[in-house]
């Protein structure tokens, strides 16, 4: 809809034209009016129409030289003539000023008809012709832009080889409509952010001179991608100021970051502190698979979500890439699900191409270590049956012990995780092992306690807490009831050897 306005001293010819016609028919909205040329250029001012219908003598300000000031301003705005027959041909000459052409007063509606219907056509021309040059401007710079972070010098280049910028990039693992995401920037961001549509991403170059500034932006952007395509995106960004010619550097970064996108949750903002990472031990050993699958073994939830949280920290400060992080894991699994059907034949296990396919159809890392954790809490259950009725229950709960011995064990714990009656127990399990539970238990604990011993710079209190002991004295004492002398003796005899 075309925006219209009247200017004119006369309040009958200001009403008339108002009602002459319905002017929605013909693509009009009429949004204002005033009474002489000085209102006239305050309401152009606020309401920018497209064309005004002014009178060509008013007190003050009159239609031609408030036309003349108008036109200064570089408004594309059409403007009509009124006149009666005394300044007719002052109204033609008017015309000169690109005045679109002039109509005698009271309007004639025959007359008024035609003159809307040619100026509506040359003015949506006119805004098409507008808007495909601005199009071509924003595509030419942006172009610029692209040509920069590849490395090469141009006009842009040159213009603002002075200037700072914030540099970040978008990312999302499924195909989007990134030619949305570039026009929202557009609208809402395009006095600090210039957006680069690079085919399957978004680069965004920012004049903030904080980064507090950048970050804010960069959260309004994420929700309003939730918003759209439900579904999250990935944001990576050199976070201090780079001059122009640094942008082809930053440019390689950025790519670099987007490698390590998998890895880190979508909240992350991943910036090159973030990416520095450190090189842990690695973890993902035969015996952390045999501690896994004991934590499955005896029903230990937690125990298997501190584990997972284990694995998650160590892949985010190791780096692995994507590849390598699932290939990685699936080995693992693999190793673990062997152990388990080595110790529980009649479990059924997925594929080879079923844990490939929870492995790898995975978009974060975040989510394959939950399906995953799904997958190992499932296998908990369908095994967790031998621990009230299985014939070899005893043999599982020295298992427990021998693997769990640190925690504060005793034999109603066991009895109570077991499903057993703590009396009962106590007798079936002398019966099996020949001792009975806390014999058994003091014997595991100080059998650990010798191995950590042999090692000269730990302290006698800190095997104590190792193997379950939080009384110091009270370890004493079992030590040399049990090996025949005390842990500091045993420690100066292996350590010298």
């Known amino acids: 809809m075309l925006?219209?306005?009247?200017?004119?001293?006369?309040?009958?010819?200001?009403?008339g034209l108002c009602s002459i016609i319905n002017w929605e028919d013909y693509g009009y909205q009429v949004v204002g009016i005033a009474k002489n040329g000085k209102e006239g250029l305050e309401r152009i001012l606020e309401y920018h129409p497209d064309l005004v219908f002014v009178d060509i003598q008013m007190p003050g300000l009159n239609g031609i030289d408030m036309v003349k000031k108008v036109k200064e301003w570089k408004y594309?705005?059409?403007?009509?003539?009124?006149?009666?027959?005394?300044?007719?041909?002052?109204?033609?000459?008017?015309?000169?000023?690109?005045?679109?052409?002039?109509?005698?007063?009271?309007?004639?509606?025959?007359?008024?008809?035609?003159?809307?219907?040619s100026i509506k056509s040359?003015?949506?021309?006119?805004?098409?012709?507008?808007?495909?040059?601005?199009?071509?401007?924003?595509?030419?710079?942006?172009?610029?832009?692209?040509?920069?972070l590849h490395g090469k010098r141009n006009a842009l280049y040159d213009q603002n080889s002075m200037s700072n910028y914030f540099v970040c990039s978008i990312t999302c693992e499924q195909p989007i409509d990134w030619e949305n995401i570039q026009l929202y920037i557009n609208k809402y961001f395009h006095a600090n952010v210039t957006p680069l549509w690079m085919e399957q991403f978004v680069i965004c170059v920012c004049t903030f001179t904080e980064i507090e500034d950048v970050y804010c932006t960069v959260e309004e952007i994420k929700k309003y991608f939730y918003t759209l395509h439900k579904i999250?995106?990935?944001?990576?960004?050199?976070?201090?100021?780079?001059?122009?010619d640094m942008l082809s550097n930053v440019f390689q970064q950025l790519l670099e970051l987007q490698k390590y996108s998998?890895?880190?949750?979508?909240?992350?903002?991943?910036?090159?502190?973030?990416?520095?990472?450190?090189k842990d031990t690695k973890i993902l050993t035969d015996t952390f698979a045999t501690q896994l699958v004991s934590a499955m073994e005896f029903?230990?939830?937690?125990?298997?979500?501190?584990?997972?949280?284990?694995?998650?920290?160590?892949y985010e400060n190791n780096l692995y890439k994507e590849e390598r992080l699932k290939a990685d894991w699936l080995d693992f699994v693999k190793i673990v699900l062997y152990k388990l059907q080595h110790n529980h034949p009649s479990i059924p296990l997925p594929s080879n191409d079923q844990l490939v396919d929870m492995i790898y159809k995975a978009v974060k890392l975040e989510a394959m270590l939950a399906e995953s954790n799904s997958m190992m809490i499932k296998f908990t259950k369908e095994i967790n049956g031998f621990m009230s009725n299985a014939e070899n229950s005893i043999e599982q709960?020295?298992?427990?012990?021998?693997?769990?011995?640190?925690?504060?064990?005793?034999?109603?714990?066991?009895a109570e995780l077991f499903n057993y009656n703590s009396s009962y127990l106590g007798k079936k399990f002398k019966a099996y092992t020949g001792d009975y539970f806390h014999v058994y238990l003091d014997k595991v604990r100080l059998s650990h306690a010798k191995k950590l011993l042999k090692q000269p710079h730990i302290k006698v209190y800190q095997v104590s807490?190792?193997?379950?002991?939080s009384n110091i004295d009270y370890f004493y004492r079992k030590f040399k009831k049990y090996v025949g002398i005390s842990p500091k003796e045993f420690q100066k005899q292996t350590t010298l050897k």
Not at 6 to 13: H, K, L, N, R, W
Not at 82 to 110: H, M, W
Request: net charge negative; glycine share 2%.
């Open 3 to 15: 925006k219209v306005m009247f200017v004119d001293d006369e309040p009958i010819i200001r009403e």
């Open 76 to 117: 594309n705005t059409k403007f009509v003539v009124l006149s009666g027959y005394s300044n007719f041909t002052y109204a033609q000459q008017s015309i000169r000023l690109g005045i679109e052409s002039y109509l005698l007063k009271p309007v004639d509606e025959d007359e008024l008809i035609p003159l809307l219907q």
């Open 122 to 148: 040359n003015l949506l021309k006119e805004k098409r012709l507008s808007t495909q040059l601005h199009q071509y401007e924003q595509l030419k710079e942006q172009q610029e832009w692209i040509e920069i």
């Open 232 to 244: 999250s995106c990935n944001i990576q960004l050199i976070d201090e100021l780079v001059s122009m």
């Open 262 to 278: 998998f890895t880190f949750s979508y909240n992350t903002i991943i910036t090159p502190k973030v990416c520095k990472g450190r």
């Open 299 to 314: 029903n230990n939830i937690d125990q298997i979500s501190v584990y997972m949280n284990d694995i998650q920290m160590y």
């Open 397 to 414: 709960i020295t298992k427990y012990i021998n693997q769990y011995y640190f925690k504060d064990l005793s034999l109603k714990v066991i």
């Open 465 to 469: 807490e190792k193997v379950g002991y």
